[in-house]
Each structure stands twice: as C-alpha cells, then as structure tokens.
Nanobody, 118 residues
C-alpha cells in the first residue's frame, strides 16, 4: 500500500509564493507518477501538474510558467513551487500517486489549503 501526505499550504498575498510538499510511504517502488490536483470551493477537482518516473512533466494551462513540479526520489517526495500566485489559485491542493501494477490505482492525500488574498 502507498500513502501520501501533503504539507506547505497557507495564506499568501497575490504575487507571492508557496511551496507544497508531498511525501509518499509504503510500497513507493510501485509508484509510476506523482502529481497535484486542486479543488476550489464549489468547483470540481482539477489537474494542476504531474511528473512521471521518466522525468516527464505536465501542467495545466492556468499554471504554466508560474508553477514548477519537482521530485526527489531519494526522499520519496514531490514538490510544487508556486510563484506569482493569484486569488484564483485559492483551493485545497491534493497530492496524487499513480500506483502501477496489474490493478493500477490512484492514492490521494488529505489535502492542504492554499489561500491567496488580493
């Protein structure tokens, strides 16, 4: 089994920066990719960024050029550096681990809140 735990959320003014962290534990060798999603109040959860074991990354158009996803395999961690934050980035941010295998599945963290004030 795999578990993931996020940290690093908080309150920041528009234009500021935050760095989110996510640590995986358990059967980490089976993780294929890790990423971030977010859910704003009253909205559906949406994709933010992802990084694969091969080092490929992907971003939502709304965060390209402002957010950077990185991974430290030695620490079983993935990070989301968020710069030039905007009020519309306010949401609960969730870490995702994509677990490979004959029956692949996704593992979600409990979420960390990011609030950007104008």
């Amino acid at each position: 089994q795999v578990q993931v735990v996020e940290s690093g959320g908080g309150l920041v003014q528009a234009g500021g920066s935050l760095r989110l962290s996510c640590v995986a534990s358990g059967s980490v060798f089976s993780i294929n990719a890790m990423g971030w999603y977010r859910q704003a109040p009253g909205k559906q959860r949406e994709f933010v960024a992802i990084t694969t074991n091969s080092g490929r990354t992907g971003y939502a158009d709304s965060v390209k050029g402002r957010f950077t996803i990185s991974r430290d395999n030695a620490k079983n961690s993935v990070y989301l550096q968020m710069n030039d934050l905007k009020p519309e980035d306010t949401a609960d941010y969730y870490c995702l681990a994509v677990v490979a295998g004959t029956d692949p599945y996704d593992v979600w963290g409990q979420g960390t809140q990011v609030t950007v004030s104008s």
